[in-house]
């Protein structure tokens, strides 16, 4: 009797063992599966990095990238298909970057695409490619709009009305790209009808993929901005060089004159211009100018002036009469917000006449030798290029006037005046005159090294923001 319940005990007891062991053989072997399943999606989100990482030490074109990170996300969540869309430049619409080939549709489809697209399979891939998507408009319109994750699965969401249209994806992950509170897409991922629903899972393993992403675009963005910003500089190197090619090496010898003369841009190309024309044995042309703005426009503006000035300046004795051409010729080139002001003279070697014209260009400044006193020459004049001619020849006429020995006349831009030091200060007319008055008796070349650096040592570690021209002439 009790040997019997003693082998019925031990019987149940084993049994009971038995069913422990079976269970906890059956948790280890879903633990082994679970485990293994994570080390997979590890696997892929590590292959995904570094996928991001390589990318970026290769120099990758943005198309490589947004394809990238598309494939990359639909391989990791085992999705059907995947979208890129990225904001615009008015940040009013998401524009496609890159769709994977056969993506569910994530947006509404109209009727007569779906007809066309059972014929013409392309059709739908071609719709989807241009078509933009609007704040709030489906999954990835509801991802921008609310600026957070969307996650929609039709099949356990019949009411959604995101998902409403048949020929949708049934399960959707949409997620704003953000960088550094900057939205800079949407990421997506789509899943076809009858298919399996995404799970918390995996949006919490998409988002964190979306979070990678915002970064990965946003330094393409920087690494795109950085190598535009080369070429551009590289650019403006050229021009620069090309536009240096066009203002004078070295002032030209006249007989009882010396002349000096300074361009300083205030960017790589400049949109001040002076030069030196031959009129004919006696007599020299000395023109100074500055176009409205500065940079490439101003330049090619410069080099349009100094071509229709060297034309019309050969043989003519009228300072006002070269302007009056050039100004006709100019006028129908020079668009209603630019301008040039000019002042040109000819110098007489043979009588010590300087003719001056003015088309609005800042007075020179005249040092007499005799009085050490600086007068301004002001003859009236406007701009080139603001009026047709009618009106620009009655206002420019030539002055005419002397200079004696020693005299020294400084032709400059408002580059020098306007110049701003650390406070926003000016360095005005008041400290040009004083330079002009204390350094002039040592001539041309001495007083433009003197008027340069002072503009220099006023304006110190402020950024020049204007181009600067200066030529002096004195008569020996």
């Known amino acids: 009797m009790w040997t019997f319940i003693f082998f019925a005990l031990f019987a149940g007891t084993l049994c009971a063992l038995l069913i422990v062991l079976s269970n906890f053989t059956r948790r280890i072997s879903e633990l082994e599966e679970a485990r293994t399943e994570i080390q997979v999606e590890e696997d892929r989100v590590f292959e995904f990095l570094h996928g991001l990482g390589e990318a970026?030490?290769?120099?990758?074109?943005?198309?490589?990238?947004?394809?990238?990170?598309?494939?990359?996300a639909v391989r990791i969540l085992d999705a059907h298909g995947g979208a890129l869309y990225l904001t615009n430049r008015a940040d009013t619409a998401l524009v496609p970057?890159?769709?994977?080939?056969?993506?569910?549709?994530?947006?509404?489809?109209?009727?007569?695409?779906?007809?066309?697209?059972?014929?013409?399979p392309l059709a739908l891939e071609s719709h989807l490619r241009l078509r933009t998507i609007a704040r709030g408009e489906g999954p990835v319109g509801e991802a921008w709009q609310k600026q957070e994750a969307q996650m929609v699965n039709r099949?356990?969401?019949?009411?959604?009305?995101?998902m409403e249209r048949s020929n949708q994806a049934d399960a959707v992950m949409a997620a704003p790209l953000v960088y550094r509170r900057k939205i800079l897409g949407v990421l997506a991922v789509a899943n076809g009808a009858m298919s399996t629903a995404?799970?918390?899972?995996?949006?919490?393993?998409?988002?964190?993929i979306a979070e990678q992403s915002a970064f990965a675009l946003y330094n393409e963005i920087v690494y795109v901005e950085a190598n535009e910003k080369r070429r551009m500089d590289n650019d403006l190197r050229i021009a620069?060089?090309?536009?240096?090619?066009?203002?004078?090496?070295?002032?030209?010898?006249?007989?009882?004159?010396?002349?000096?003369?300074v361009n300083i841009p205030a960017s790589q190309v400049s949109g001040d211009y002076y030069d030196y024309l031959a009129v004919n044995d006696k007599m020299l042309g000395i023109a100074i100018a500055d176009v409205s703005g500065k940079g490439v426009p101003a330049s090619l503006i410069m080099a349009m002036c100094r071509s229709v000035l060297r034309s019309k300046a050969s043989e003519n004795?009228?300072?006002?009469?070269?302007l009056h051409q050039v100004n006709r010729l100019l006028y129908p080139d020079i668009k209603e917000d630019m301008f040039i002001s000019m002042a040109y003279l000819i110098v007489?070697?043979?009588n010590g006449k300087v003719t001056l014209a003015r088309a609005g260009h800042d007075a020179p400044l005249l040092y007499r030798a005799s009085t050490k006193n600086v007068e301004t020459i002001k003859p009236p004049g406007m701009a080139l290029g603001i009026d047709s001619g009618d009106v620009f020849d009655r206002v420019c006429g030539d002055f005419v006037f002397t200079m004696e020995p020693g005299d020294l006349l400084l032709l400059y831009t408002d580059g020098a005046t306007e110049a701003l030091d650390e406070n926003g200060l000016e360095f005005g007319l008041p400290r040009l005159t004083q330079g002009l008055q204390a350094g002039a008796q040592e001539g041309a070349p001495h007083i433009i090294r003197r008027i340069s650096e002072d503009l220099k040592n006023f304006s110190g570690?402020?950024?020049?923001?204007?181009?600067?021209?200066l030529i002096a002439i004195q008569k020996l």
């Open 317 to 322: 004795i009228s300072a006002a009469d070269v």
């Open 348 to 350: 007489d070697a043979g």
């Open 240 to 261: 620069r060089e090309i536009q240096s090619i066009l203002l004078p090496s070295e002032a030209p010898k006249i007989e009882g004159y010396q002349l000096s003369g």
């Open 461 to 469: 570690n402020y950024p020049q923001h204007d181009d600067i021209t």
């Open 97 to 120: 970057a890159f769709i994977t080939k056969g993506c569910p549709p994530l947006v509404s489809i109209p009727d007569h695409i779906t007809t066309q697209a059972a014929s013409v």
């Open 56 to 72: 970026f030490s290769e120099g990758v074109r943005s198309s490589a990238l947004h394809r990238l990170i598309v494939e990359g």
């Open 198 to 208: 995404f799970t918390k899972k995996d949006f919490d393993v998409f988002k964190k």
């Open 155 to 162: 099949a356990v969401d019949t009411t959604n009305r995101m």
